[in-house]
C-alpha cells in the first residue's frame, strides 16, 4: 500500500509485513478518532455566555459504561493483534526449518564474519572459509543460520529479510531465511556496538541455483586430479 | 497548626541568605531548585540533541557555534565517532533522569503535595533538602564526566555489557564509571524523595480529606514515587555488579569468566519499564488538575482513573521484557510479555477516554494551560497507538532499535513530561512566584512548540519504517539509507527551530518572575488547597489550617450558584 519498507525478499517477509498493516488500519482508524473528537469537543463545547458546563462525574455506571466499553475493545483488539502476529512470531523465531545450507555469522567490532563450512558441509573442519561482511546464499533455499559474537553485543539486521537477532557473546543463537529473488542487499548492525557500529556494513548476495554453483566452485576450488592434466568438472 | 505556622514564619524571619534561598528546608524552595535544576540539565540535553541532529542531516560537517570545543572530543566542530556515541548516551539519561525526574516529581511534587493536602510543609524537610543537593551532586557528577580522559559514557542511555563492562570496547573510562555513580546519586535522591511524598501524603492530609477526596496530581505523585522505589532496587544491583565488573574484574556479564550479558539487560529493563510510567504519571497529573478547572466541569470517572492508575503501576512491573523481544532470550518468554504489555494499555485507554470524556459538554476556555493540557492528550494518544507496533513481537522484529522506536518513545515522553510540564509550569507560575506570565508569549509558546514538535519526529516514523537502525553516527553509509537525508535535514531544521520556539518560554518566565502581573491567590477560580494560600505562600503554607469537606472537582454543581467550590467550603 504506502512504500514505506524496504522491498521484500523473504518467505515470512509478508506474514511480518501484513501484521504491520493489521495494525496500522485498527490503531489509524482509534487515531483518526480519538483526535477528532477532541478537536469535536474542544470546539463544540466552548465557553459560551449563559451556558453552564453539565455536572457529570463519570461515577454512575451509564456514564461510565462509554470509557470502559471502549477499553474492553481496544483489549479485544489488542490481544487479536497479538494472536494475529503469534503464528509470524512461531515461524520466525522457533524452530529452523531443515536446510544444508549453513553459516556462521559472527559479529566483531566492526566486522560480520560469515564462517562458510565448505564442501563437506561440515564446521571446523579444514575446508571451512571465513569471509568479512559477505553473505553468499542461494535463492529459494532454507538458509540456516547460527549467530555468535566475538565482543560485545550486535544484532545481525536484515531489512529485505526482515530478519533481526541480537548477536551476544558466548552464545549460539539461531536464525533462518528464505529468499524469493536474487540479488545483492545490505546487512546492518541494530545494536550499539561501539564507535564503530555503523560500519557494520555487510552484503547478502543471493545467487541463483547457478551462480551459487559456480561461487561454490571459486572458493573451494576442486582438487587437480592424480594425472597432469586437469580435469574440469560441471 | 496554625500556631506552627507562625512559629515557622517568624523563624523564617531570622535566617540568613544561605539558610533561606540555598540550604532551604521548605518545599517550596527545594522545589524551584529542583526546577531550574531540571531546566539548566534541559539545556544540556538540548544542546546535545543539537550536535546529534546536526550530525544526522550534514554528517561529518562542522557543526556551527562549536569550534570552540577541543580536541579529541570535536575537530574544529566536526564530531567524531566516538563523541556523536557519548552524545546519544548523555542526551538520553539526562533527559530523563536530569530533566524529566527533577521537574516532573522534583518540582512540581516537592511543590504541590504539601499544599494540596493541607501541610505546613513535607513530613521530612531536612532529608527533602538532601535529596536535592544529592542530585544537584549527581548532576555535576554527570557533567564532570564529559571532561575525564576518554569522555563521557557511550555505550548509549541502556549501558549493556559488555560494551559498557570494558573501556577497550569504547575507549571510554572514567566517564562511564562516574555515570554508574552519578545515577546511583540520582536514584538515592528520588528515594528519599519517595519517602518524603509517601508519609506527607500519607499521615499529614487535613482533616476531612480522604485519600479518594485528593487531587489527582498526588495520587500520580505517590504512584510514581512508589514505582520508582520499588522498582529501582534490582538497577541499583546491576549498577552495583557492572561497577564492580568494571574496577575489580568481577565477571557477572563477562561470558569469557561464566557471566552473562543479558543479566544487565533484565535488571536494567525491570527498572526501565516502570520508569518511564514515573516520568509520564505526573504530566497526566496535571492535565488530570487543569482539564477540570478550565472545562469548569468535573473531572470525568475519578475513581476510575485511581484504579487504572494502580493497576498501570502494577502491570508496569511485568512487562519489561517487551525491549528483549529480539535479545536472545528465551523466545517462549515472548509471549507472555506481549500479553501483559497488550494489557497494560487498557489502564492508560481508560485514563485518557476519562480525559476526553470530562472535555465533553464543558464550557471551555483555552488559557495556555489548558492548550498545554489537550496538546499532551493529543500527542500522548499518537506515543500510546504507535507503542502497539512494538509491544507486537512479530512487527517488534523489524522495528527493533530503528528511529521507530525513537519516534515513539519520544511522542510518549515529551507529551508527558514536556507538554505535561509545561501545562503544570504554566498553571502552577502565579502560586509559586505571585505573579502571572504574559499571555500572549505564552500561546506563541504553545503553538510553536506544537507544531515543531510533530515536524522533527513524523520524519523519523518514516525512516524507521524504512529501516534505519538507531545511534548510527553516519546511515548514509548504507545505500538503503541515503533517501532518508531528506528527512533527516527537515527534521534538524525543525529540531533547530523547536529549541528556538524554547526563547518566548525562558524569557516570558524570568521577566515573569520579577516584572509580572501581581496573581491573585486564586487566578484561576480553582478548588484545590494549594489555590487558598497566598501567592506565593509564605513559610508553612497556610495561615489556618484548611479543613476539607468534599472532593477537589466539584465545579458546575446544579444547586450551587457559583459554577465552583473550593474544597475547603462546605
Given at each position: 500500500?504506502?512504500?514505506?519498507?524496504?522491498?521484500?525478499?523473504?518467505?515470512?517477509?509478508?506474514?511480518?509485513?501484513?501484521?504491520?498493516?493489521?495494525?496500522?488500519?485498527?490503531?489509524?482508524?482509534?487515531?483518526?478518532?480519538?483526535?477528532?473528537?477532541?478537536?469535536?469537543?474542544?470546539?463544540?463545547?466552548?465557553?459560551?455566555?449563559?451556558?453552564?458546563?453539565?455536572?457529570?462525574?463519570?461515577?454512575?455506571?451509564?456514564?461510565?459504561?462509554?470509557?470502559?466499553?471502549?477499553?474492553?475493545?481496544?483489549?479485544?483488539?489488542?490481544?487479536?493483534?497479538?494472536?494475529?502476529?503469534?503464528?509470524?512470531?512461531?515461524?520466525?523465531?522457533?524452530?529452523?526449518?531443515?536446510?544444508?545450507?549453513?553459516?556462521?555469522?559472527?559479529?566483531?567490532?566492526?566486522?560480520?564474519?560469515?564462517?562458510?563450512?565448505?564442501?563437506?558441509?561440515?564446521?571446523?573442519?579444514?575446508?571451512?572459509?571465513?569471509?568479512?561482511?559477505?553473505?553468499?546464499?542461494?535463492?529459494?533455499?532454507?538458509?540456516?543460520?547460527?549467530?555468535?559474537?566475538?565482543?560485545?553485543?550486535?544484532?545481525?539486521?536484515?531489512?529485505?529479510?526482515?530478519?533481526?537477532?541480537?548477536?551476544?557473546?558466548?552464545r549460539k543463537i539461531p536464525a533462518w531465511f528464505e529468499a524469493t529473488e536474487t540479488g545483492q542487499y545490505?546487512?546492518?548492525?541494530?545494536?550499539?556496538?561501539?564507535?564503530?557500529?555503523?560500519?557494520?556494513?555487510?552484503?547478502?548476495?543471493?545467487?541463483?541455483?547457478?551462480?551459487?554453483?559456480?561461487?561454490?566452485?571459486?572458493?573451494?576450488?576442486?582438487?587437480?586430479?592424480?594425472?597432469?592434466?586437469?580435469?574440469?568438472?560441471? | 497548626?496554625?500556631?506552627?505556622?507562625?512559629?515557622?514564619?517568624?523563624?523564617?524571619?531570622?535566617?540568613?541568605?544561605?539558610?533561606?534561598?540555598?540550604?532551604?528546608?521548605?518545599?517550596?524552595?527545594?522545589?524551584?531548585?529542583?526546577?531550574?535544576?531540571?531546566?539548566?540539565?534541559?539545556?544540556?540535553?538540548?544542546?546535545?540533541?543539537?550536535?546529534?541532529?546536526?550530525?544526522?542531516?550534514?554528517?561529518?560537517?562542522?557543526?556551527?557555534?562549536?569550534?570552540?570545543?577541543?580536541?579529541?572530543?570535536?575537530?574544529?566542530?566536526?564530531?567524531?565517532?566516538?563523541?556523536?556515541?557519548?552524545?546519544?548516551?548523555?542526551?538520553?539519561?539526562?533527559?530523563?533522569?536530569?530533566?524529566?525526574?527533577?521537574?516532573?516529581?522534583?518540582?512540581?511534587?516537592?511543590?504541590?503535595?504539601?499544599?494540596?493536602?493541607?501541610?505546613?510543609?513535607?513530613?521530612?524537610?531536612?532529608?527533602?533538602?538532601?535529596?536535592?543537593?544529592?542530585?544537584?551532586?549527581?548532576?555535576?557528577?554527570?557533567?564532570?564526566?564529559?571532561?575525564?580522559?576518554?569522555?563521557?559514557?557511550?555505550?548509549?542511555?541502556?549501558?549493556?555489557?559488555?560494551?559498557?563492562?570494558?573501556?577497550?570496547?569504547?575507549?571510554?573510562?572514567?566517564?562511564?564509571?562516574?555515570?554508574?555513580?552519578?545515577?546511583?546519586?540520582?536514584?538515592?535522591?528520588?528515594?528519599?524523595?519517595?519517602?518524603?511524598?509517601?508519609?506527607?501524603?500519607?499521615?499529614?492530609?487535613?482533616?476531612?480529606?480522604?485519600?479518594?477526596?485528593?487531587?489527582?496530581?498526588?495520587?500520580?505523585?505517590?504512584?510514581?514515587?512508589?514505582?520508582?522505589?520499588?522498582?529501582?532496587?534490582?538497577?541499583?544491583?546491576?549498577?552495583?555488579?557492572?561497577?564492580?565488573?568494571?574496577?575489580?574484574?568481577?565477571?557477572?556479564?563477562?561470558?569469557?569468566?561464566?557471566?552473562?550479558?543479558?543479566?544487565?539487560?533484565?535488571?536494567?529493563?525491570?527498572?526501565?519499564?516502570?520508569?518511564?510510567?514515573?516520568?509520564?504519571?505526573?504530566?497526566?497529573?496535571?492535565?488530570?488538575e487543569v482539564l477540570p478547572v478550565f472545562s469548569r466541569k468535573p473531572i470525568f470517572g475519578y475513581k476510575?482513573?485511581?484504579?487504572?492508575?494502580?493497576?498501570?503501576?502494577?502491570?508496569?512491573?511485568?512487562?519489561?521484557?517487551?525491549?528483549?523481544?529480539?535479545?536472545?532470550?528465551?523466545?517462549?518468554?515472548?509471549?507472555?510479555?506481549?500479553?501483559?504489555?497488550?494489557?497494560?494499555?487498557?489502564?492508560?485507554?481508560?485514563?485518557?477516554?476519562?480525559?476526553?470524556?470530562?472535555?465533553?459538554?464543558?464550557?471551555?476556555?483555552?488559557?495556555?494551560?489548558?492548550?498545554?493540557?489537550?496538546?499532551?492528550?493529543?500527542?500522548?494518544?499518537?506515543?500510546?497507538?504507535?507503542?502497539?507496533?512494538?509491544?507486537?513481537?512479530?512487527?517488534?522484529?523489524?522495528?527493533?532499535?530503528?528511529?521507530?522506536?525513537?519516534?515513539?518513545?519520544?511522542?510518549?515522553?515529551?507529551?508527558?513530561?514536556?507538554?505535561?510540564?509545561?501545562?503544570?509550569?504554566?498553571?502552577?507560575?502565579?502560586?509559586?512566584?505571585?505573579?502571572?506570565?504574559?499571555?500572549?508569549?505564552?500561546?506563541?509558546?504553545?503553538?510553536?512548540?506544537?507544531?515543531?514538535?510533530?515536524?522533527?519526529?513524523?520524519?523519523?516514523?518514516?525512516?524507521?519504517?524504512?529501516?534505519?537502525?538507531?545511534?548510527?553516527?553516519?546511515?548514509?553509509?548504507?545505500?538503503?539509507?541515503?533517501?532518508?537525508?531528506?528527512?533527516?535535514?527537515?527534521?534538524?531544521?525543525?529540531?533547530?527551530?523547536?529549541?528556538?520556539?524554547?526563547?518566548?518560554?525562558?524569557?516570558?518566565?524570568?521577566?515573569?518572575?520579577?516584572?509580572?502581573?501581581?496573581?491573585?491567590?486564586?487566578?484561576?477560580?480553582?478548588?484545590?488547597?494549594?489555590?487558598?494560600?497566598?501567592?506565593?505562600?509564605?513559610?508553612?503554607?497556610?495561615?489556618?489550617?484548611?479543613?476539607?469537606?468534599?472532593?477537589?472537582?466539584?465545579?458546575?454543581?446544579?444547586?450551587?450558584?457559583?459554577?465552583?467550590?473550593?474544597?475547603?467550603?462546605?
Amino acid at each position: 500500500m504506502f512504500d514505506w519498507f524496504p522491498q521484500n525478499i523473504s518467505t515470512y517477509g509478508g506474514d511480518i509485513d501484513s501484521v504491520f498493516w493489521l495494525i496500522f488500519y485498527i490503531v489509524g482508524a482509534g487515531f483518526i478518532l480519538g483526535e477528532a473528537v477532541i478537536l469535536y469537543f474542544t470546539i463544540r463545547y466552548r465557553r459560551k455566555e449563559g451556558q453552564r458546563a453539565a455536572f457529570i462525574t463519570g461515577e454512575k455506571m451509564s456514564e461510565l459504561a462509554w470509557v470502559l466499553v471502549p477499553a474492553a475493545i481496544v483489549l479485544v483488539l489488542d490481544l487479536g493483534i497479538d494472536f494475529a502476529g503469534g503464528e509470524a512470531w512461531s515461524k520466525v523465531k522457533g524452530e529452523t526449518p531443515e536446510s544444508n545450507v549453513k553459516v556462521i555469522v559472527t559479529g566483531k567490532q566492526f566486522n560480520w564474519n560469515m564462517t562458510y563450512p565448505g564442501p563437506d558441509g561440515k564446521f571446523d573442519t579444514s575446508d571451512d572459509l571465513t569471509l568479512e561482511n559477505e553473505l553468499h546464499v542461494p535463492v529459494k533455499k532454507v538458509v540456516d543460520l547460527a549467530l555468535k559474537s566475538e565482543d560485545v553485543i550486535h544484532s545481525f539486521f536484515v531489512p529485505v529479510m526482515r530478519l533481526k537477532q541480537d548477536c551476544i557473546p558466548g552464545r549460539k543463537i539461531p536464525a533462518w531465511f528464505e529468499a524469493t529473488e536474487t540479488g545483492q542487499y545490505e546487512i546492518g548492525c541494530a545494536e550499539l556496538c561501539g564507535y564503530g557500529h555503523y560500519t557494520m556494513r555487510g552484503f547478502l548476495h543471493v545467487h541463483s541455483e547457478e551462480d551459487y554453483a559456480k561461487w561454490i566452485l571459486e572458493r573451494w576450488p576442486p582438487a587437480p586430479a592424480a594425472d597432469s592434466t586437469t580435469v574440469e568438472q560441471l | 497548626m496554625s500556631s506552627a505556622a507562625t512559629a515557622h514564619a517568624t523563624h523564617e524571619e531570622k535566617l540568613s541568605f544561605w539558610r533561606k534561598y540555598i540550604f532551604s528546608v521548605d518545599h517550596k524552595v527545594i522545589a524551584k531548585q529542583y526546577l531550574f535544576l531540571g531546566m539548566f540539565m534541559a539545556l544540556v540535553g538540548g544542546l546535545l540533541a543539537y550536535l546529534l541532529r546536526w550530525q544526522l542531516a550534514w554528517p561529518e560537517t562542522a557543526v556551527p557555534g562549536t569550534s570552540w570545543v577541543p580536541e579529541p572530543t570535536m575537530f574544529q566542530g566536526i564530531i567524531p565517532p566516538e563523541f556523536y556515541n557519548a552524545i546519544v548516551t548523555m542526551h538520553g539519561t539526562i533527559m530523563v533522569f536530569f530533566v524529566a525526574m527533577p521537574i516532573l516529581l522534583g518540582a512540581f511534587g516537592n511543590f504541590l503535595i504539601p499544599l494540596m493536602v493541607g501541610a505546613p510543609d513535607m513530613a521530612f524537610p531536612r532529608l527533602n533538602m538532601m535529596s536535592f543537593w544529592t542530585i544537584f551532586t549527581a548532576s555535576l557528577v554527570m557533567i564532570a564526566s564529559f571532561f575525564v580522559p576518554g569522555g563521557a559514557a557511550s555505550a548509549g542511555w541502556t549501558g549493556y555489557p559488555p560494551l559498557s563492562a570494558e573501556a577497550i570496547y569504547t575507549g571510554v573510562n572514567w566517564g562511564i564509571t562516574l555515570w554508574i555513580l552519578g545515577l546511583a546519586l540520582e536514584f538515592s535522591s528520588f528515594l528519599m524523595g519517595g519517602v518524603n511524598f509517601l508519609t506527607t501524603t500519607v499521615s499529614m492530609r487535613a482533616p476531612g480529606l480522604k485519600m479518594m477526596r485528593l487531587p489527582l496530581m498526588v495520587w500520580m505523585q505517590i504512584t510514581a514515587a512508589i514505582i520508582f522505589m520499588l522498582s529501582v532496587g534490582p538497577l541499583i544491583a546491576g549498577a552495583v555488579l557492572l561497577l564492580l565488573d568494571r574496577t575489580v574484574g568481577t565477571s557477572f556479564y563477562a561470558v569469557q569468566k561464566g557471566g552473562d550479558p543479558l543479566l544487565w539487560q533484565h535488571l536494567f529493563w525491570f527498572f526501565g519499564h516502570p520508569e518511564v510510567y514515573v516520568i509520564l504519571l505526573p504530566g497526566l497529573g496535571a492535565v488530570l488538575e487543569v482539564l477540570p478547572v478550565f472545562s469548569r466541569k468535573p473531572i470525568f470517572g475519578y475513581k476510575a482513573i485511581v484504579y487504572s492508575t494502580i493497576v498501570a503501576g502494577v502491570l508496569s512491573f511485568i512487562v519489561w521484557a517487551h525491549h528483549m523481544f529480539v535479545s536472545g532470550m528465551n523466545f517462549k518468554l515472548v509471549l507472555p510479555f506481549s500479553i501483559t504489555t497488550i494489557m497494560i494499555s487498557v489502564p492508560f485507554t481508560i485514563i485518557l477516554l476519562a480525559m476526553i470524556a470530562t472535555l465533553w459538554k464543558g464550557s471551555h476556555r483555552f488559557p495556555t494551560p489548558m492548550l498545554f493540557a489537550v496538546g499532551t492528550l493529543g500527542v500522548f494518544i499518537v506515543g500510546g497507538l504507535t507503542g502497539i507496533f512494538l509491544g507486537t513481537a512479530t512487527t517488534d522484529i523489524y522495528l527493533h532499535d530503528t528511529y521507530f522506536v525513537v519516534a515513539h518513545f519520544h511522542y510518549t515522553l515529551i507529551s508527558a513530561t514536556f507538554f505535561g510540564g509545561f501545562t503544570a509550569m504554566y498553571f502552577w507560575f502565579p502560586k509559586m512566584f505571585g505573579r502571572m506570565m504574559n499571555e500572549t508569549w505564552s500561546k506563541i509558546h504553545f503553538w510553536l512548540t506544537l507544531i515543531f514538535f510533530n515536524l522533527v519526529f513524523i520524519p523519523l516514523f518514516k525512516v524507521g519504517l524504512g529501516g534505519e537502525m538507531r545511534r548510527l553516527y553516519n546511515p548514509f553509509e548504507y545505500d538503503f539509507l541515503k533517501p532518508h537525508q531528506p528527512l533527516h535535514k527537515f527534521a534538524t531544521i525543525a529540531a533547530i527551530l523547536l529549541f528556538a520556539s524554547q526563547i518566548p518560554f525562558l524569557v516570558n518566565f524570568f521577566w515573569s518572575m520579577f516584572k509580572g502581573k501581581i496573581a491573585d491567590r486564586n487566578p484561576w477560580q480553582a478548588n484545590t488547597l494549594e489555590w487558598t494560600a497566598p501567592s506565593p505562600p509564605p513559610h508553612g503554607n497556610f495561615e489556618t489550617a484548611p479543613k476539607v469537606y468534599h472532593g477537589p472537582y466539584v465545579y458546575s454543581a446544579p444547586e450551587i450558584k457559583d459554577d465552583w467550590q473550593p474544597q475547603h467550603q462546605q
